[in-house]
């Protein structure tokens, strides 16, 4: 490992993949990645892949809306694919007060330019083959939206930075920070200490452990969720990923005809422990019964359970870190971060080559949740 870099990364999921790739491209090379682990098996290795544009903040659209674009385009420009599909996005809506809280919000990004529906039941139907429309009042849908795999773009996205300069050391933990006044200088690990610039913090649900290193107090709680995976369904391809605004519940059609199910559930997981839990199979399977009853009974032939990295408001901490001069956050991303990752990457490697970028990082800063005396 080199003992000085320019920047480096802490930890190698698919957002301190994209930060790595992004710094590259630009030709910011003396970067160093570090994972305690094997890269992407984070929580990376446990997402849905699911990307949509559907966020009440301006902000977080114009990141969905970047990071689409740069899955639309990966092939080319990583040089191996990610899976990307343009399958869409929906939302089922079962109450008034939904349907008006995403008629306002589809509204509002229409008027900047988004291709954002709102659908009667009978469009729903259409959509989804075989949903059982009762108790459904409308859809919120945006059909450029789509799913991509993580471990591939993450794998992949790594690979490229590598491929241009960018070394990459698994199995080795960040232990510490070392200051010179507020400024940083040094990152320690358990194969030595690199003296840097610049480090990004992108250690995902490990976000607050990783921040106490460096004396900060990052509000972000690892909240574990199952997804489960079924036989394959083939006359569903094509559909949009689909959420039960009510309850969380969701499924997406994944290659080979599977479909990935989920109850949406959040449980605190402070030990970061992701055994799979049995009842939310069941609470998935209700999911199941309720949206596409003729799949009630279909067999799950996998499951897993990752950590969800979850701010207070939902919204990442993306920027500076209070008054730790040379040091950058990029966690808390609440479950969005592979659909965020790409955008991120760029943000954070604007700040880095130039001090500033064009997304507005406002909603994100990290600054917002210290506390004041
Ligand atoms: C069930 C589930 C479904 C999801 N579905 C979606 C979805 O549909 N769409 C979406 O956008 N997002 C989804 N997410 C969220 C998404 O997976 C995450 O937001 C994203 O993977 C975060 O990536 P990351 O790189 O920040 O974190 P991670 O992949 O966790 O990477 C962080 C890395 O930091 C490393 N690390 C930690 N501490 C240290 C240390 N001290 N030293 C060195 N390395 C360290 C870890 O080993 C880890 O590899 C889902 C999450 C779950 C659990």
Redesign the pocket.
């Known amino acids: 490992m080199r003992r000085s870099a320019e920047v480096v990364i802490?930890?190698?999921?698919?957002?301190?993949?994209?930060i790595a790739f992004h710094l590259a491209e630009r030709g910011i090379r003396d970067v160093v990645l570090?994972?305690?682990?094997?890269?992407?098996?984070?929580?990376?290795?446990?997402?849905?892949?699911?990307?949509?544009s559907q966020f009440a903040e301006p902000a977080e659209i114009a990141f969905s809306e970047a990071s689409l674009a740069f899955y639309r385009g990966f092939a080319e420009r990583v040089g191996a694919g990610c899976g990307y599909e343009e399958c869409g996005f929906l939302f089922l809506l079962r109450d008034a007060a939904a349907v008006d809280r995403f008629a306002a919000m589809a509204a509002r990004s229409r008027a900047q330019g988004s291709d954002w529906r709102i659908l009667q039941p009978e469009e729903v139907a259409l959509l989804v083959p075989r949903i059982d429309t009762s108790g459904i009042l409308g859809g919120s849908f945006t059909p450029r939206d789509g799913?991509a795999k993580?471990t591939l773009a993450?794998r992949a996205l790594l690979e490229r930075a590598r491929s241009m300069g960018v070394e990459a050391v698994a199995e080795?933990?960040?232990?510490g920070f070392r200051f010179a006044g507020d400024r940083l200088d040094a990152v320690e690990?358990t194969a030595g200490t690199i003296t840097t610039r610049w480090a990004v913090i992108?250690?995902?649900?490990?976000?607050a452990?990783?921040g106490r290193?460096a004396g900060l107090d990052l509000p972000v709680v690892p909240m574990?969720?199952?997804?489960f995976t079924t036989l394959p369904v083939p006359w569903l391809e094509g559909a949009p990923?689909t959420i039960d605004e009510a309850t969380g519940w969701y499924f997406?059609t994944e290659e080979g005809h599977a479909l990935l199910v989920?109850a949406g559930d959040m449980t605190p997981a402070p030990d970061y422990d992701v055994r799979v839990r049995e009842q939310f199979a069941r609470a998935a399977r209700e999911g199941l019964r309720r949206v596409l009853p003729s799949l009630g009974d279909l067999p799950f032939v996998a499951a897993?359970?990752?950590?969800?990295?979850m701010t207070p408001d939902e919204r990442a901490l993306l920027g500076p870190a209070p008054e730790r001069e040379g040091m950058l956050l990029?966690?808390g991303?609440?479950?969005?971060?592979?659909?965020?990752?790409p955008a991120a990457g760029q943000a954070i490697a604007d700040l880095i080559e130039r001090g500033e970028t064009a997304f507005d990082l406002e909603p994100f800063d990290p600054a917002r949740f210290v506390k004041k005396d």
């Open positions: 802490v930890g190698g999921g698919v957002v301190g993949s994209s570090i994972d305690k682990g094997a890269f992407g098996s984070g929580t990376t290795a446990k997402g849905a892949g699911g990307l949509r799913t993580p993450a080795t933990t960040v232990t690990t992108a250690a995902g649900p490990w976000a452990e990783v290193l574990r969720r199952h997804v990923m997406r989920s897993r359970a990752g950590l969800r990295e990029a966690v991303f609440s479950g969005h971060g592979f659909m965020h990752a």
